[in-house]
């Protein structure tokens, strides 16, 4: 069963916090996702983006 973690790293570069993944076969061995680089960014302000959520659609969707 594969694993996705969506984190953000602290607002400690000039670009702000964003949103990184990794991802695991199993759980306990994990890869960088997008070579370690943020995969969502914010270029709305300068607070950065983070605490992601999933929301299902009144379609099925995500």
């Known amino acids: 069963m594969p694993y996705l ?3 953000f790293k602290e607002k ?3 670009d702000g916090e ?3 993944f990794g991802k695991s076969k ?3 061995n994990w890869e960088k996702v997008n ?3 943020p ?3 914010s270029k709305l ?3 950065g983006c983070r605490d992601i959520e999933i929301v299902r ?3 099925g969707g995500f």
């Open 45 to 47: 302000g300068d607070k």
């Open 5 to 7: 973690f969506v984190h």
């Open 18 to 20: 964003a949103v990184y």
């Open 57 to 59: 659609l009144h379609t």
């Open 26 to 28: 199993d759980g306990y």
């Open 12 to 14: 400690v570069v000039p």
């Open 39 to 41: 995969v969502l960014m």
């Open 35 to 37: 070579d370690g680089n």
